[in-house]
Structure formats: structure tokens, C-alpha cells
């Protein structure tokens, strides 16, 4: 189920992604066409009508998508997928080993 959910999410976002960047902005952006919009497929306001519709709609698709990935996801999180940082480092059972001494020149002997 959850592998279901995420494909369509994936699909979800890259049609979002799409039609955001077909939609013409205030600076023309990537815009399809001249200033026809979609050709003669549909007038131009009809055409942006349709986009942000379409926006809208994959937008809460993907809103309610997120979310349910989200409650699916919130109980599974087990001693396997803990932070390292939430566990305390064991405890030491034998001593660092004492450091060496230094070498320093050997008493003369008389």
C-alpha cells in the first residue's frame, strides 16, 4: 500500500510540476505557444482557466497524498531507524592504557 501511495505521489508531483511551468506568468515564462495559449484549442483565458484549475485539483491531490503517506508513516519508526544521536555511547568495561613513558637519557653508571 504504502509503495502504491508513493508512485502515485511521484506522478502526482511531476504533473505538478509540469503544468506550473506550462502556465504562462507575468513575465512569460514557458508559456506554450504564442499568445494563443494551447493553439486554437482554447482561447487564452480559457486556457489559463484550465491551468490553474488543474493546479488547484493536483494541489490538494497532493496535499492529501502527503498527509496520508505521513499518518501511514508515523508508527513505524523502531529501534532500527533511531537517530544515533538519541542512544547513550556503552560503557567503557576496561581502561585506556596508561600513556607511554617517555625516553629520556639512561643514568650514567658508576
Known amino acids: 500500500m504504502n509503495t ?8 502526482v508531483t511531476l504533473a505538478l510540476i509540469g503544468v506550473v511551468l506550462i502556465q504562462r506568468s507575468e513575465g512569460g515564462g514557458l508559456g506554450i505557444g504564442s499568445s494563443q ?6 482561447s487564452g ?3 489559463a482557466n484550465l491551468l ?7 494541489a490538494v491531490i ?4 502527503s498527509l496520508t503517506l ?4 508515523r508508527g513505524t519508526s523502531g529501534a532500527a531507524t533511531r537517530s544515533i544521536l538519541d542512544t547513550t555511547p556503552p560503557a567503557s568495561t576496561t ?6 613513558k617517555p625516553a629520556g637519557p639512561s643514568a650514567p653508571t658508576n
Do not use: D, E, Q, W
Open 4 to 11: 502504491v501511495l508513493l508512485i502515485i505521489h511521484l506522478f
Open 37 to 42: 495559449g494551447m493553439g486554437s484549442f482554447m
Open 45 to 47: 483565458r480559457g486556457t
Open 52 to 58: 490553474t484549475r488543474t493546479t488547484a485539483i493536483l
Open 62 to 65: 497532493f496535499m492529501g497524498l
Open 70 to 73: 505521513a499518518l501511514i508513516n
Open 95 to 100: 581502561a585506556p592504557p596508561p600513556p607511554p
